[in-house]
């Protein structure tokens, strides 16, 4: 059974710092998304990293797949408030089921 | 272009009543998920449609839910007997085969 495994969980940190999101994995799949969650929102996607070594970076924000380790980080470049989020990593299972992690709940005080 | 988009946004009901909860994925996207997602949790899979049917339906957790996609666009999730463990987001994706675009979801509150 796959199963995703974040941390932390949570995480409370000043604008300006630098701080990476782990995301374990338990078996063996060459698929990996991150998305972001807003308070009472859906879904967004971030990044989609398909093969090993991918890495894939948007403004502050920097993710990177090692299918061997079976690990995905995702790294937080001098954070702003506008990314205090809930950050969750889904691997590709079967037939594209995704399976969840619990999700990063991250907020960035000014 | 339109994204998805789920109807009703919020719905109350009283436990033991039945009902549909309908997602509009986005138009060509042959692949139609659905996922609930309760409190602090990342979503759960419930069921997955290639075009009309159900090729993965795992997820579901007893026969009280149920899914149809009859002409391979829109889909609807059918809950009976609803029970107050049913609460939650419900949460609908589609895709053409790999990233998943997700709706605003529908916020069930059984009571």
């Known amino acids: 059974e796959l199963k995703v495994e974040q941390n932390p969980l949570f995480l409370s940190m000043q604008e300006g710092k630098n701080y990476t999101i782990y995301c374990n994995y338990s078996t063996t799949s060459d698929r990996l998304y991150w998305y972001r969650q807003d308070p009472g929102k859906s879904l967004e996607s971030l990044f989609v990293?398909?093969?090993n070594g991918a890495v894939k970076q948007e403004g502050r924000l920097m993710a990177s797949l090692d299918t061997k380790a079976r690990l995905s980080t995702l790294h937080i470049t001098a954070a702003v408030h506008d990314l205090s989020a809930t950050y969750f990593c889904?691997?590709?299972?079967?037939?594209?089921?995704?399976?969840w992690g619990a999700g990063t709940k991250l907020i960035i005080k000014p | 272009g339109a994204g998805v988009s789920q109807t009703p946004s919020n719905k109350v009901t009283e436990k033991g009543k039945y009902v549909e909860l309908r997602c509009d994925p986005i138009s060509g996207h042959t692949a139609l998920y659905w996922y609930r997602q309760s409190l602090g949790q990342g979503p759960e899979f419930l069921i997955y449609f290639q075009g009309t049917g159900a090729a993965d339906d795992s997820g579901l957790p007893n026969d009280r839910f149920f899914a149809v996609r009859p002409e391979g666009s829109v889909s609807t999730l059918k809950i009976q007997r609803t029970e107050r463990g049913d609460s939650a987001v419900y949460l609908c994706?589609?895709?053409?085969?790999?990233?998943?675009?997700f709706g605003p979801g529908t916020r069930l509150t059984v009571t």
């Open positions: 889904a691997v590709d299972a079967l037939n594209y089921q995704l399976i």
């Open positions: 990293l398909l093969s």
């Open positions: 994706a589609s895709s053409l085969g790999g990233e998943q675009y």
